[in-house]
């Protein structure tokens, strides 16, 4: 390996297909991946959101397209992908963000919400890491990163069972992945987020006993700003990281280490 310098995590020349971001988290780590050189491509199924976010980044002068596709139907992302490759010739960073949340008590849930929630956080990604691995294989070089969640395989709370599983199952994948693919020059990591203020969370974000929970629960006393993802996605994604496999990063404030 060459002597460290910032160039290592420059992410020029390289592809970038992200999920789940035309807002919030998936759309920050777009616009970062972005100007630091990677062309990123944008997933969601809004596909006004996606053009309005497309526009933000093309019109800072860096490089960006939409891809408007629903990561839950198979056939469509396998297409998507395919015509990614058809034009870029290659898919060099993954980033599996997409995610939906369902909030009732247990005994409310019925069982095809549960379904609905796994097969958007975990199936999906999976089909997806699986169809986007074929590629990078061929390259010899590749990045797959997840967003998990403190919810699941650290912490829990009421009225999401459905997503703290999913979540902690995508922690489980991202090493599985990691361990298989390591050796063939793809790393598999995750990001686990915290509370940010993102349009996911929105009730909660509107409910002041749950913000000042949050401020007081949080050792940096505040919720996250979408922005504060950003570094970790490209650090994950980038040459600054290519001894790190099967990690999962906690960008929570602290809230996971705190008593």
């Known amino acids: 390996m060459a002597p460290f310098s910032l160039a290592s995590f420059s992410l020029a020349g390289r592809v970038a297909l992200l ?15 972005a100007r630091v050189g ?4 944008l997933n969601g199924r809004d596909e006004a959101a996606l053009a309005e976010a497309v526009g933000a980044i093309t019109e800072a002068g860096f490089s960006a397209e939409a891809a408007a596709f629903d990561v839950t139907d198979e056939a469509a992302a396998q297409a998507a992908i395919a015509d990614i490759l058809a034009r870029h010739g ?32 975990l199936t999906s990604h999976f089909a997806l890491a699986r169809d986007v691995a074929r590629p990078m294989l061929a390259q010899g070089k590749g990045r797959i990163i997840f967003t998990t969640s403190i919810m699941g395989p650290r912490v829990a709370r009421p009225t999401v069972p459905g997503y703290a599983a999913a979540k902690g199952a995508l922690d489980a994948l991202t090493r599985a992945l990691a ?26 974000v509107a409910n002041p006993e749950f913000t000042a929970w949050i ?11 979408p922005g504060e993802i950003a ?10 990281a290519s001894y790190v496999n099967g990690h999962v990063l906690y960008v929570d404030g602290g809230l996971t280490v705190a008593m």
């Open 215 to 225: 401020s007081g629960r949080t050792p940096v006393g505040r919720w996250g700003d």
């Open 38 to 41: 990677a062309h990123v491509i």
């Open 179 to 204: 361990v298989e693919l390591g050796p063939k020059g793809i790393t598999v990591n995750a990001i686990a987020p915290g509370f940010f203020g993102t349009e996911l969370n929105s009730a909660l």
């Open 231 to 240: 570094g970790a996605a490209v650090f994950l994604a980038s040459d600054a």
């Open 19 to 33: 999920t789940g971001a035309s807002r919030g988290l998936g759309r920050s780590m777009a616009e970062a991946m």
């Open 90 to 121: 290659r898919i060099d960073i993954f980033v599996g963000n997409a995610g939906i949340q369902h909030r009732k008590p247990l005994v409310e849930w019925e069982t095809a919400d549960f379904t609905r929630i796994l097969t958007t956080h």
